[in-house]
């Protein structure tokens, strides 16, 4: 009955290695995020997408790539990853019908860059 | 543009105490507004939200917060904290307009101790 998972729950791999998070949710909201959490707790909102389509590409390195293959599905890719990319990832999903409605968040994914 | 501070990076607090957490923040139109609870090694929960209405809120595990727009303030309360509420606490405010609508701004969060 997990409502928005993400996978891995944890990463650890190299400078220069290209990797993906996987995040999903089964609300039927169409609406998902990424966060990148840093080592001092802050959240900072990294990518939006509607219905599949990108709404909020905040300034991240192009060196992320978010894909969202349906509205329940939101994976986020990072090549040649650096140190500074270490760091809690997480993955929301929201409903835009109705009003305006709040955030639910997954797991999150720890990513450490070695 | 829309900012969130919370005053306080770590409280510490006996169990049994009360408690309220500080909130302001900086938004140019109707905020929206949460607390969300991150306890280790997990993900967000949100305790509570406002949007309009009763400018004292409910939320889950015994937690309030009042929201006072003539301080841009939204403060989380609890009469009573348990050792369970150890935890780090985020206040967020949502944006409510066009482009940017759904977006989360948080504070850099608090971090409750709760001596037993």
């Known amino acids: 009955d997990t409502a928005v998972s993400q996978t891995p729950k944890y990463l650890v791999t190299q400078m220069g290695n290209d990797k993906s998070i996987k995040c999903e949710q089964n609300?039927?909201?169409?609406?998902m995020y990424w966060y990148k959490q840093d080592s001092k707790k802050f959240l900072k909102i990294m990518f939006s997408y509607n219905n599949k389509e990108l709404i909020i590409n905040e300034t991240v390195p192009n060196r992320f790539s978010p894909k969202s293959p349906d509205k329940a599905h939101l994976n986020l890719h990072i090549n040649s990853l650096e140190l500074g990319d270490s760091a809690v990832y997480f993955c929301a999903s929201r409903p835009t019908s109705g009003g305006y409605n709040e955030q639910f968040f997954g797991p999150g994914t720890r990513l450490t860059v070695l | 543009a829309q900012s969130v501070t919370q005053p306080d990076i770590h409280i510490t607090v006996s169990e049994g105490a009360s408690l309220e957490l500080r909130c302001n923040y900086s938004?140019?139109?109707?905020?929206?507004l949460f607390w969300y609870v991150q306890s280790p090694g997990q993900g967000l929960q949100l305790l509570l939200k406002?949007?309009?209405?009763?400018?004292l809120v409910q939320g889950i595990k015994g937690f309030e917060a009042e929201f006072k727009r003539s301080q841009s303030s939204f403060n989380l309360r609890k009469p009573s904290v348990h050792w369970s509420d150890a935890a780090e606490y985020f206040c967020?405010?949502?944006?409510?307009?066009?482009?940017?609508?759904?977006?989360?701004?948080f504070g850099r969060g608090t971090q409750l101790t709760v001596w037993p």
């Open positions: 609300l039927g909201h169409d609406t």
């Open positions: 938004y140019g139109a109707t905020p929206y």
């Open positions: 967020a405010v949502g944006s409510g307009r066009g482009s940017t609508l759904g977006r989360l701004y």
């Open positions: 406002y949007f309009s209405g009763d400018t």
